[in-house]
């Protein structure tokens, strides 16, 4: 069966400083990664999945399939990047989301 | 584009009873899949529905069930409500069904079971 592990459930940083979510996966075929966001009070959406391989609001992330994961990074955290960070897997045929249980990332002036 | 929206946005409900939850997907979408989300387990797959068949179906006793009608329009019902049923029930659509459609979630229902 398929697990998603996100190892911390708060993270805070300074506003400027790097940010670095973890994602650790486990799951024996070829998943497709996803991050997910929820700011306050918003829906969960969609932020970057690994098959476009693209910057969304300066957040990158990279599946490592040898470490199995998909760490979320950011440069330099902005206030507005304050949210809850969900990493989920797709197993492929579906929309069948496994979602690890989230980070709460708090970005300080 | 009107978002996907989900009825009602609060229940309570007693230990035993039944409830049924509404979700409108985003027009133009087929498929639809339902999650719940609750502290300790945090989100968990329920099922998807996609031109009115299940296609997926996660870890969850029979007691939820859902359909979906030929407008795309789903509805997930719980019978026999118990306790540890208490939580936020997401609904998520999608243009297709398949992991390169991206999901648009809806607000949620949150469920009181007392």
């Known amino acids: 069966a398929q697990r998603v592990t996100q190892p911390e459930k708060l993270l805070s940083v300074f506003k400027g400083a790097p940010v670095e979510l973890k994602c650790n996966y486990s799951?024996?075929?070829?998943?497709?990664l996803f991050w997910y966001v929820q700011y306050s009070r918003q829906r969960l959406q969609l932020l970057l999945r690994h098959i476009s391989r693209e910057s969304i609001k300066g957040f990158t992330a990279d599946l490592n399939k040898g470490e199995t994961s998909f760490h979320l990074k950011k440069p330099f955290a902005q206030e507005e990047d304050s949210a809850m960070y969900y990493c989920?897997?797709?197993?492929?045929?579906?929309?069948?989301?496994?979602f690890g249980t989230g980070t709460q990332l708090k970005v300080e002036l | 584009k009107a978002g996907v929206t989900q009825t009602p946005r609060y229940l309570i409900k007693t230990r035993g009873q039944q409830v049924t939850l509404s979700c409108s997907p985003i027009?133009?979408?087929?498929?639809v899949s339902w999650y719940q989300q609750t502290p300790g387990q945090g989100l968990q797959f329920l099922f998807e529905?996609?031109?009115?068949?299940?296609?997926n179906k996660g870890n969850f006793p029979g007691r939820f069930s859902g359909r979906q009608f030929s407008n795309s329009r789903s509805e997930m019902n719980v019978s026999t409500l118990e306790l540890g049923d208490s939580a936020l029930y997401l609904c998520?659509?999608?243009?297709?069904?398949?992991?390169?459609?991206?999901?648009?979630f809806g607000p949620g229902t949150r469920l009181t079971v007392t």
């Open positions: 799951y024996s075929g070829s998943p497709e």
């Open positions: 998520a659509s999608s243009f297709s069904s398949g992991s390169s459609y991206e999901q648009y």
């Open positions: 027009s133009g979408h087929r498929s």
């Open positions: 989920a897997l797709s197993r492929g045929g579906g929309n069948k989301l496994t």
């Open positions: 529905y996609f031109s009115e068949t299940q296609r």
